[in-house]
């Protein structure tokens, strides 16, 4: 059972990432999944979640209208697309199913700075 991010990196304010998650061990397509990050010196944010089927989302209010989750069941894979990023935007991500048993994957740097 395992979750894998990758994406991350270093961006400019303004520019846009897409981060994703691999999922492996379990069915995927049966869990609501989420994305959380921690920046430096913060505490955990959630900061968008997706139903098991990708019908419904939700977002944070801080990343609303700027980022973007989906998912490919057939892939195991969740996504996060995030444009106009900006400094405030600095953490790690991480994927998580949450209220399971499915442990945290490393997470992914996302810098944004000029």
């Known amino acids: 059972v395992q979750l894998v991010e990758s994406g991350g990196g270093l961006v400019q304010p303004g520019g846009s990432l897409r981060l994703s998650c691999t999922a492996s061990?379990?069915?995927?397509?049966?869990?609501?999944m989420s994305w959380a990050r921690q920046a430096p010196g913060k505490g955990l944010e959630w900061v968008s979640g997706?139903?098991?089927?990708?019908?419904?989302?939700y977002y944070a209010d801080s990343v609303k209208g700027r980022f973007t989750i989906s998912r490919d069941n057939a892939k195991n894979t969740l996504y996060l697309q995030m444009n106009s990023l900006k400094s405030e935007d600095t953490a790690v991500y991480y994927c998580?199913?949450?209220?399971?048993?499915?442990?945290w994957g490393q997470g992914t740097q996302v810098t944004v700075s000029s």
């Open positions: 997706i139903w098991s089927d990708g019908s419904d989302t």
């Open positions: 061990g379990f069915t995927f397509g049966s869990y609501s």
């Open positions: 998580n199913a949450p209220n399971s048993q499915v442990p």
